[in-house]
T-cell receptor
Framework: KAGVTQTPRYLIKTRGQQVTLSCSPI?????VSWYQQTPGQGLQFLFE???????NKGNFPGRFSGRQFSNSRSEMNVSTLELGDSALYLC?????????????FGPGTRLTVL | GNSVTQMEGPVTLSEEAFLTINCTYT??????LFWYVQYPGEGLQLLLK?????DKGSNKGFEATYRKETTSFHLEKGSVQVSDSAVYFC?????????????FGTGTRLTIIP
């Protein structure tokens, strides 16, 4: 079974631009979560989607948004990029999204904002 | 709120040494506890988990016991190998609604020298 895939793996943008990251969950998984990983703040939860609905959201500004499609694939978008948005963005999928189901992480997209 | 505190790194050990990485938590409700491992250039992998007090999670020679009385979930391994070099994250999730986020500790970088 293929794992969680994220595209692109690396991305370089400049301040003020916007970016879209993509995540394809494991087949049959309906929950997709996004996390931001930085050296200073560690791993922080962005949001979680299940059956195309956002069920949970972390403490990030409105510039961070996401969506999920009917095939469970998910995208996250960051508008008006800031230098502080440079991070590794990790996507995780699970069957239902509850603590009894393991979350499987993708390799991440490394975003650099110049 | 929920939080996880784990031992500051980096930790450097010789091969076959005994490993302990401390993890304590604060949570509202009854959390499930996890240890994740991140190898260089990769996403996170679930190492082990425990979902209720006194449960012991184990995998690949690693163990951790859910101690409610001390709110701890320390990771141990009796004899480490060079291949165990990675960053280890303690995490928790709380809730029963199928949308629980993972709250992570800051991570502990472990280096094993031959």
């Amino acid at each position: 079974k293929a794992g969680v895939t994220q595209t692109p793996r690396y991305l370089i943008k400049t301040r003020g631009q916007q970016v879209t990251l993509s995540c394809s969950p494991i087949s049959g998984h309906r929950s997709v979560s996004w996390y931001q990983q930085t050296p200073g703040q560690g791993l922080q939860f962005l949001f979680e989607y299940f059956s195309e609905t956002q069920r949970n959201k972390g403490n990030f500004p409105g510039r961070f948004s996401g969506r999920q499609f009917s095939n469970s694939r998910s995208e996250m978008n960051v508008s008006t990029l800031e230098l502080g948005d440079s991070a590794l963005y990790l996507c995780a999928s699970s069957v239902m999204g509850d603590h009894n189901n393991e979350q499987f992480f993708g390799p991440g997209t490394r975003l650099t904002v110049l | 709120g929920n939080s996880v505190t784990q031992m500051e790194g980096p930790v450097t050990l010789s091969e076959e040494a005994f490993l302990t990485i401390n993890c304590t938590y604060t949570a509202t409700g009854y959390p499930s506890l996890f240890w994740y491992v991140q190898y260089p250039g990769e996403g996170l992998q679930l190492l082990l988990k425990a979902t209720k007090a006194d449960d012991k999670g184990s995998n690949k020679g690693f163990e951790a016991t859910y101690r409610k009385e001390t709110t701890s979930f320390h990771l141990e391994k009796g004899s480490v190998q060079v291949s165990d070099s990675a960053v280890y994250f303690c995490a928790l999730s709380v809730g029963n609604f199928g949308n629980e986020k993972l709250t992570f500790g800051t991570g502990t970088r472990l280096t094993i020298i031959p």
